[in-house]
């Protein structure tokens, strides 16, 4: 019994001696700190058009609604028609409203000014080409404003994670050059801290054209194509960031 205690207080003791030993050499142990990144320009190859459809209406919520619904159905059928759902666009409902407006006289009496109902649009679409075409085409049919683009690149995790990986061999080499001029070498990392951002430089026009304006003009016999909205989608610019320590000896 005596030997059998004897030798679990000498492992417990070496397992106490080697925890401190460890937590110490942690302590000690010196580290590298460097910050790399690296970036590259891309044109967009996905658009985001958020187009929206407003009616108002003086005396009646349901009269406002009901010239919402047939502008919008029209606005959501023609689009559909215009993308490619195959190659993942789509057109979908952002957002919708239904609200009295109010305003104040001098007295501060609130007065009923009117019904306002909006419906916000999404067109999801790879096909920029078409951008100032969908754009013509909702406005054409009675929708109202043309709320954001949004131009964006599908295979941006991809083009992160090939940015990632240059930062790393310029932090790796950045690190080396340090540790050697210290009379030391890299044993290993002791951490990274990565991020992937945009910096969009996108050109964006556009013009709303009047519900009644018409979109050619007779007299010089120009094509409709020819007033499309012109849309530049510009350069898209994607940054990788990288912070990382090393453990060296």
């Known amino acids: 019994m005596k030997k059998v205690l004897a030798i679990a207080l000498i492992l417990g003791l070496a397992t106490c001696y080697t925890g401190v030993t460890a937590a110490e050499s942690e302590v000690e142990r010196g580290y590298i700190s460097v910050s790399t990144n690296a970036n590259t320009e891309v044109s967009p190859d ?12 003086s005396k009646s919520m349901q009269k406002a609604t009901v010239e919402n619904k047939e502008i919008s159905d029209k606005v959501y059928t ?3 028609n215009m993308i490619n759902p ?3 666009d789509y057109v979908k409902t952002a957002d919708y409203s ?7 006289s001098s007295n501060g009496k609130k007065n009923l000014d009117k019904y306002e109902v909006s419906n916000s649009i999404i067109v999801h679409t790879k096909s920029i080409e078409k951008t100032g075409s969908i754009i013509d085409k909702a406005i054409s049919l009675g929708a109202t404003n043309v709320n954001n683009l949004t131009f964006s690149v599908a295979d941006y995790e991809k083009q992160c994670n090939d940015l990632l990986e240059i930062a790393a061999k310029k932090a790796k080499t950045r ?12 044993t290993g990392v002791k951490s990274m801290n990565v991020s992937c951002s945009t910096n969009t430089n996108n050109i964006v026009q556009y013009r709303l054209y009047a519900k009644n304006m018409a979109v050619s003009d007779s ?6 194509e020819a007033y499309n909205t012109p849309i530049q989608g510009g ?12 453990f060296v000896k």
Do not use: M, Q, R
């Open 46 to 57: 996905v658009v985001e058009i958020n187009i929206a459809v407003k009616t108002t209406d």
């Open 78 to 80: 023609e689009l559909k």
């Open 86 to 88: 195959a190659n993942g």
């Open 98 to 104: 239904a609200t009295p407006v109010y305003t104040y």
């Open 175 to 186: 690190a080396d050059i340090l540790a050697k001029a210290s009379s030391t070498y890299i």
């Open 219 to 224: 007299s010089a016999g120009a094509a409709p």
């Open 235 to 246: 350069i898209i610019k994607i940054y990788a960031n990288l912070n990382a320590n090393y």
